[in-house]
Nanobody
Framework: QVQLVESGGGLVQAGGSLRLSCVASGRTFSNYHMGWFRQAPGKERDVVAA????????YYADSVKGRFTISRDNAKNTVYLQMNSLKPEDTAVYYCAGASKLSFWDSRNRSSYNYWGQGTQVTVSS
């Protein structure tokens, strides 16, 4: 089992920044691709960004390209999401998720991910 714990969410004004962190425990972190997803009320849980186990492959949703940056530190078992120029439409619960590197990985597909954190709320006021 892999346990994922997110932190760093909060309330911020439009144009502001937040940095989300997700700490993993239980298994070797570098064996997992990682993703950040978000879910707004009444909407699907969609991918925001994803990073391969080595960091060599990164995906961003079009809606966040140029504003968000995903990174990971395998020595610290942590994946980050730096969010800049936040907009009210970025308001959602943000989840980190892990996918085994031994399995086929579609970075944009929820079903590729085996483990999920509990989520952290991000609210952007206008």
């Amino acid at each position: 089992q892999v346990q994922l714990v997110e932190s760093g969410g909060g309330l911020v004004q439009a144009g502001g920044s937040l940095r989300l962190s997700c700490v993993a425990s239980g298994r070797t972190f570098s064996n997992y691709h990682m993703g950040w997803f978000r879910q707004a009320p009444g909407k699907e849980r969609d991918v925001v960004a994803a990073i391969s186990w080595s960091g060599s492959s990164i995906y961003y949703a079009d809606s966040v390209k140029g504003r968000f940056t995903i990174s990971r530190d395998n020595a610290k078992n942590t994946v980050y999401l730096q969010m800049n120029s936040l907009k009210p439409e970025d308001t959602a619960v943000y989840y980190c998720a892990g996918a085994s590197k031994l399995s086929f990985w579609d970075s944009r597909n929820r079903s590729s991910y085996n483990y999920w954190g509990q989520g952290t709320q991000v609210t952007v006021s206008s």
